[in-house]
């Protein structure tokens, strides 16, 4: 077995300092800083997203009952509001979500609205960086309507 110039390993009785032959990627290793929220939204009918939704929200503290995916469908269906469900996920894990849905009323106007007819609604995450990267996407993709109508919980 090869250790370098430097003799064996202190380890095996010697001083050296060994080298790593790979990448630390290459072992299952996180390097550097942690990776960004990725944003991305539900899409009506994937029911294994939404299953990854569901197992979120039903361990997130801020989450309710309302939250849940299947909002979706009664929303789209029931009111026929178009929806956006936006969730923040790091490494395939889910960090947050945010179901909005679009209401244009002559009452409201045109406003893209948190959960319209429920209780509760906003973002409900498990960290800082996840709700600002869905309220930012929020403001970003639907522009100032969503400003009056989607607030954090807490």
Not at 28 to 49: E, F, H, I, M, Q
Not at 79 to 102: C, K, M, N, Q, S
């Amino acid at each position: 077995m090869a250790y370098g110039s430097g003799g064996p390993p202190a380890a095996f009785g010697g001083n050296s300092v060994r080298t790593m032959k790979h990448h630390p990627s290459e072992l299952g290793l996180t390097t550097g800083l942690p990776r960004a929220c990725v944003v991305r939204t539900l899409a009506p009918g994937d029911s294994c997203a939404a299953a990854r939704w569901d197992a979120f929200v039903a361990g997130c503290g801020s989450a309710t009952f309302f939250h849940r995916a299947g909002w979706q469908q009664v929303i789209a269906e029931v009111f026929r509001h178009r929806t956006h469900f936006l969730y923040a996920e790091r490494d395939g894990r889910i960090e947050g979500v945010l179901p909005l849905a679009r209401v244009r009323s002559l009452l409201f106007g045109d406003a893209m609205v948190s959960l319209p007819f429920a209780v509760y609604g906003g973002v409900a995450a498990d960290t800082a960086e996840a709700a600002d990267a869905l309220e930012d996407a929020a403001q970003t993709w639907f522009g100032p309507v969503t400003a009056r109508f989607c607030t954090r919980l807490g």
